[in-house]
T-cell receptor, first 115, second 116 residues
């Protein structure tokens, strides 16, 4: 299957700083990428849909100024958590739509801890 | 209303036996897709199997099969010949419609533990 690479896998940052997470499709062009957040022992909640060359579409309740998404190319989307606070600590995972509608591939996820 | 329901928070199965993980869904779309993912403790989401709403045959992928009952709106995952490495969280997900957004809605998950 297709490969989606997400970096970093773990990050610890201080309150008030910003953290950037990268999501790359390594062997296919992903016109659409998705960012999810997962709290411990809970399911994945979609945060936003990232389309190459256009503004991201955020789900209800997700602060677009807090979670900045950029999809500058067909193989790279980034999520920046701005002015991070401890409540932003979570597991963030991206996914990319494949060529076929039957495909949805996920990155390895990023565990963010804000101290 | 929940779109994807997984009623089993946790399941046990003996190694080498088969296990069924339940998933029911709710949609008014005629065209939709159903997915199952495995999430080990490392956190990655591993794609297991896909069933399209218009597929007449139940999907199968190796030891995984999807028991698709459209009228009941259920898409249960069957894992045959369970292995210790199958211990993980399992998520059922649905894609509605055929537009380009391709959003997945996930169930709450089932934690499977395979006993030796």
């Amino acid at each position: 299957g297709a490969v989606v690479s997400q970096h970093p896998s773990r990050v610890i940052c201080k309150s008030g700083t910003s953290v950037k997470i990268e999501c790359r499709s390594l062997d296919f062009q992903a016109t659409t990428m998705f960012w999810y957040r997962q709290f411990p022992k809970q399911s994945l909640m979609l945060m936003a849909t990232s389309n190459e060359g256009s503004k991201a579409t955020y789900e209800q309740g997700v602060e677009k100024d807090k979670f900045l998404i950029n999809h500058a190319s067909l193989t790279l989307s980034t999520l920046t958590v701005t002015s991070a606070h401890p409540e932003d600590s979570s597991f963030y995972i991206c996914s990319a739509r494949g060529v076929m509608d039957t495909e949805a591939f996920f990155g390895q996820g990023t565990r963010l801890t804000v101290v | 209303a929940q779109k994807i329901t997984q009623t089993q928070p946790g399941m046990f199965v003996q190694e080498k036996e088969a296990v069924t993980l339940d998933c029911t869904y709710d949609t008014s779309d005629q065209s939709y897709g159903l997915f199952w993912y495995k999430q080990p403790s490392s956190g990655e989401m591993i794609f297991l199997i896909y069933q399209g709403s218009y597929d007449e045959q139940n999907a199968t992928e190796g030891r995984y099969s999807l028991n698709f009952q459209k009228a009941r709106k259920s898409a249960n995952l069957v894992i045959s010949a369970s292995q210790l490495g199958d211990s993980a969280m399992y998520f059922c997900a649905m894609r509605e419609g055929r537009d380009s957004s391709y959003k997945l809605i996930f169930g709450s998950g089932t934690r499977l533990l395979v006993r030796p």
